[in-house]
């Protein structure tokens, strides 16, 4: 196995399929090709897989069936590609768990720029093969200091393990709602646009002069109600997210 891990690319066409192998192989990955969702899924978990290309409009079942079935096993790094711009797959990939969409046909250095992006991201291992940023956080406080993170109205979040508490209790994100979680907290009720979160969600792919469409920003509003979500905000007093309509999000005042 490479220093990347296993890649697994699950496409029933085969010249695509055979593309983004090459792509993901010369990126460095030990690379597995499923041409079905049922293959791709014993591959994923067989093969413990850091990062799975998943096409949606599978034959047998879709890609979004195929990474509800990952995500009970996995938490690979999972990029969607579809062959429709449709605004309604990105939102349905998103809330199931994918960590990025491309519509097809995409450019080869952007699937390669995306997935390494991804890869810069911490991983946790939770012991059982999967990654995980959830646990018991260290004390903290809302700067950035000599203390491992931030506190914020019962919410405590450290960045050197990746690991968010609410009110004690260990909370579980995924990457880009701990990414957006902690930019806002980071910002201490400075407002951050869309387009800026973008780039949290995006990594150093997204630089100051990219071009951020309306899918992106609507990929980032999603995020941040997964993340109320499992924050159990209150959406008519918020403890932390605040939205600025027309513009973005900012962190909630401080309570006493």
């Known amino acids: 196995m490479t220093d990347l891990?296993?890649?697994?690319?699950?496409?029933?066409?085969?010249?695509?399929?055979?593309l983004v192998e090459a792509v993901l192989s010369q990126a460095g990955f030990d690379v597995h090709g499923a041409a079905s969702g049922r293959e791709g899924?014993?591959?994923?978990?067989?093969?413990?897989?850091?990062?799975?290309?998943?096409?949606?409009?599978?034959?047998?079942?879709?890609?979004?069936?195929?990474?509800?079935?990952?995500?009970?096993?996995?938490?690979?790094?999972?990029?969607?590609?579809?062959?429709?711009?449709?605004?309604?797959?990105?939102?349905?990939?998103?809330?199931t768990g994918a960590d990025d969409f491309m519509t097809k046909p995409f450019r080869p250095r952007e699937l390669r720029a995306r997935v390494a992006a991804m890869m810069r991201r911490p991983r946790l291992d939770g012991g059982d093969g999967r990654a995980t940023e959830a646990g018991t956080a260290a004390p903290a406080v809302l700067a950035m200091s000599r203390a491992p993170g931030f506190r914020h109205n019962g919410l405590t979040l450290d960045p050197d393990t990746r690991t968010v508490t609410l009110d004690g209790a260990a909370t579980s994100l995924t990457r880009s709602e701990f990414d957006l979680l902690q930019a806002l907290l980071k910002g201490a009720g400075a407002v951050r646009t869309k387009a800026d979160l973008v780039r949290v969600v995006r990594g150093d792919y997204y630089g100051a002069d990219a071009y951020i469409s309306e899918s992106d920003e609507r990929a980032v509003e999603v995020h941040i109600g997964n993340l109320r979500r499992k924050l159990r905000e209150d959406p008519l007093q918020p403890r932390w997210i605040q939205t600025v309509r027309g513009v973005g999000y900012r962190l909630a005042p401080a309570r006493n």
């Open 41 to 95: 899924v014993d591959l994923a978990r067989s093969q413990k897989a850091s990062v799975v290309t998943l096409d949606i409009g599978l034959a047998d079942i879709d890609g979004f069936e195929v990474l509800r079935r990952i995500r009970q096993f996995s938490d690979a790094y999972v990029v969607m590609l579809t062959a429709r711009a449709d605004e309604l797959d990105t939102l349905t990939a998103l809330h």
């Open 5 to 18: 891990g296993v890649a697994v690319v699950v496409e029933d066409d085969e010249d695509v399929r055979h």
